[in-house]
Nanobody, 116 residues
Framework: QVQLVESGGGLVQPGGSLRLSCAAS????????MGWYRQAPGKQRELVAVISSGGSTNYANSIEGRFTISRDNAKNTVYLQMNSLKPEDTAVYYC??????????WGQGTQVTVSS
């Protein structure tokens, strides 16, 4: 069974940057469209960035121009480069297929906190 492990979160000041990674344990990862999701306290999980198996990307309006999703199929890894972070970006970030939770179980996520 494929497992997803997110990492790279932390505490950062407004305007700062973080790079999240999501490592998948299976070779079939490459065929899936992958996404980064986030869930803030008291809110539903939302999809913020998508990358197809071929590398096409889409972003939620709230993060477009600040975040960049990428993938390295040879390493079975998806990344999320986050720049110009805002307090409203504070959330637990997860990766999964799009739609999420259909083929792979949800991982533990990685906490991102943006605060001065």
């Amino acid at each position: 069974q494929v497992q997803l492990v997110e990492s790279g979160g932390g505490l950062v000041q407004p305007g700062g940057s973080l790079r999240l990674s999501c490592a998948a344990s299976g070779s079939i990862f490459n065929i899936y469209t992958m996404g980064w999701y986030r869930q803030a306290p008291g809110k539903q999980r939302e999809l913020v960035a998508v990358i197809s198996s071929g590398g096409s990307t889409n972003y939620a309006n709230s993060i477009e121009g600040r975040f960049t999703i990428s993938r390295d199929n040879a390493k079975n890894t998806v990344y999320l480069q986050m720049n110009s972070l805002k307090p409203e970006d504070t959330a637990v970030y997860y990766c999964n297929t799009v739609p999420g939770g259909v083929y792979f179980s949800w991982g533990q996520g990685t906490q991102v906190t943006v605060s001065s």
